[in-house]
């Protein structure tokens, strides 16, 4: 899907590999007996020791079978405190035991208590059984868990009206606030996110981002309005056609069914003629806004110009809501209402909500490249899951802050300080943090590299780990199958390579079982959703999501200014 994806891992581990190069001690070397070692469940503990070339390795590991019964009773005692504070209480130390090298006995031993720690989630439904027949109404969000838009409309209310940070602030009016009597004959500008792959045919390799887009569009053109669309394509640098939208004009007629009128500009009179003459319930998309520099500095003086064209404003450009440019942010201020689309909701309802009210056991599953990528999201999500699932190339920074001998995959050397600071404070939150048990490993960063499964302990010198193991795989779904919530951001291994993708497409299957059992499965982070896409299972998904660095940023909860820009909704007396 993103041609650019394996030359950007391949980027990424050339740079790791030189700074290894440079880190690395020539007399680092591993005994045979610490390569034996297999890594159970990584160590919460902060007493494990960063064993030296003379001592033995001794693993940390969570005495899972005491950690379940422990978690029941707490749960039995308090059956109105979070999961979160039960899974606190239940990790406390007096749950972990120093054990030696982890066995495959002790593996299938976790496995099997991971199984049965399902019963937890009958009490995360029925405290969604009585929130939903609550009265609180739902405010613009149209969330398909009402729960998730109970929590943002409580939480306005609770702050009379007044939205005050974070989740508060972004409950947004809604498009479908906006009716018939509202829009008939309005012109209506609307920011959509049409950034679309194009091959060298100027063909749509992936039309997501356009039929997300539609339900807004279709709703203004049913109403009577004349929508003036709006979107960027790429990063030109000033007027280059490759980056023109008139490729997504016969796929957007196609989809609205009526003739989307193209401009061939963005302000200016020709443009002005074009939306002087749109009849009731049509579309004029304007051509890429980026390519005016403008745009992406926010220019006052261009927000104007595009603010004139219309009399309302409509964000539905979720990929893009974390810019600050004019025609996500700056446009706010020369338009009312400035309100946010169905698209835009969706994905603050699912990747907002889900975060802030989540049914438990709630998961997150965190891969990708680099530590140093996720550390926001990881540390973000360390204060709200039950349950951490690590995998992709960021592990074996994980594994070597461990002391355990990572051969040549990719490490960041001056972020081992920190692994060891988010197990630890994964531990102090009472957070399972599990990080793979096996690798597959390969002896160099190819398509055709010759390839083996290791325990995670046992990786040689000049092999790299590129995938997650069988017996991860096996331990992650079943700790998977506890959950009624997973978040996951990042693949598993190097999935652009066949040979190194069953990890990552194991856990895009498993989510869509779970999926079809009534867990929500929420997917963010392009090369997620690109695995997801690949695998075929993307439409089971309760959602996923059309932006990559906007969910990430939601993730480690920042604000985004194309959402807070907009209108605020009006909290509705109950
Ligand atoms: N073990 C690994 N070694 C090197 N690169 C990896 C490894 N596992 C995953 N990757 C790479 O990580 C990249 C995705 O990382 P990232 O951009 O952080 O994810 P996302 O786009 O989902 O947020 C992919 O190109 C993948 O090949
Ligand atoms: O594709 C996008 O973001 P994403 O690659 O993070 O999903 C959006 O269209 C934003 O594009 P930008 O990162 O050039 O501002």
């Known amino acids: 899907m993103r041609s650019s994806t394996v030359s950007k891992a391949s980027n990424i581990f050339n740079l790791s590999s030189t700074i290894r190069e440079i880190h690395t001690s020539p007399n680092h070397s591993h005994s045979a007996s610490r390569q034996r070692l297999s890594l159970s469940l990584l160590s919460l503990s902060d007493s494990h020791p960063l064993p030296n070339q003379n001592q033995p390795i001794y693993l940390v590991h969570i005495n899972l079978s005491l950690f379940i019964h422990t978690l029941f009773f707490a749960l039995s005692l308090y059956p109105r405190q979070s999961n979160n504070a039960a899974m606190a209480s239940a990790t406390a130390p007096t749950t972990l035991s120093l054990l030696p090298t982890a ?14 720690l399902s019963p937890t989630s009958s009490s995360s439904s029925s405290c969604s059984i009585s929130l939903r027949s609550s009265n609180i109404r739902r405010l613009g969000f149209s969330a398909a868990d009402p729960l ?44 959509a996110d049409l950034n679309v792959p194009l091959d060298d045919n100027q063909n749509i390799t992936d039309d997501t981002r356009v039929r997300a887009a539609v339900p807004t569009i279709k709703h203004l053109i049913q109403n009577g309005a004349k929508v003036i669309l709006s979107s960027h394509l790429g990063r030109p640098k000033g007027v280059t ?103 835009l909701q969706k994905e603050l309802d699912y990747l907002v909500g889900a975060v802030s009210s989540p049914k438990r056991p709630f998961a997150a599953i965190v891969g990708g490249s680099k530590v140093s990528s996720k550390i926001g999201v990881i540390e973000s999500l360390l204060e709200k899951v039950d349950i951490l ?46 990080l793979p048990t096996d690798v597959v490993i390969a002896d160099k960063f190819a ?73 929500t499965t929420i997917i963010g982070g392009g090369d997620s959703v690109a695995a997801v896409e690949k695998v075929g299972v993307a439409a089971v998904m309760s959602h996923i999501s059309t932006g990559g660095g906007a969910s990430l940023e939601l993730l480690e909860g920042k604000q985004l200014p194309g959402v807070l820009a907009l209108d605020e909704a009006t909290p509705v007396p109950v």
């Open 241 to 343: 056609p490759k980056f023109s939208l008139a490729p997504l004009v016969p796929r957007l007629s196609e989809l609205l069914g009526i003739q989307v009128v193209k401009a061939d500009d963005v302000i200016g009179p020709e443009v002005e003629k074009l939306v002087a003459s749109l009849p009731d319930g049509s579309v004029l998309l304007l051509e890429n806004v980026r390519f005016y520099k403008e745009e992406e500095k926010n220019d006052p003086e261009f927000a104007k110009k595009l603010a004139s064209l219309a009399e309302l404003y409509v964000n539905d450009a979720f990929g893009t809501a974390h810019r600050a440019h004019a025609s996500t942010e700056g446009v706010t201020k020369f338009l009312k209402p400035s309100v946010a689309g169905f698209l």
């Open 148 to 191: 998730f838009a109970h929590g943002v409309a409580s939480k306005v209310r609770s702050f009379g009206g007044k939205a005050v940070r974070g989740v508060v602030s972004m409950a947004k009016k809604s498009v479908g606030d906006l009716t018939a009597a509202d829009l008939k004959g309005k012109k209506v500008f609307v920011r």
């Open 103 to 116: 066995t495959s006995s002790s593996t299938s031993h976790i496995r099997s208590s991971l199984l049965h």
């Open 447 to 519: 398509p055709d590299a010759n390839s083996k499964i290791v325990p995670a302990s046992g990786i040689p010198d000049g092999w790299m780990g590129l995938d997650i193991g069988p017996d991860s795989i096996k331990t992650f779904n079943d700790a998977l199958d506890t959950t009624k919530t997973v978040i996951w951001n990042g693949p598993m291994g190097v999935f652009e390579f066949d040979k190194f993708a069953v990890g990552t497409e194991s856990i895009a299957k498993k989510l869509a079982e779970l999926s079809g059992k009534g867990v």
């Open 389 to 434: 699932l690590l995998g992709g190339g960021m592990i074996f920074t994980f594994y070597k802050a461990q002391g355990l001998p990572v051969g040549s995959s990719l490490v960041e050397e001056d972020k081992l300080g920190l692994a060891t600071t988010l197990l630890e404070k994964a531990k102090a939150k009472g957070v399972s943090l599990l």
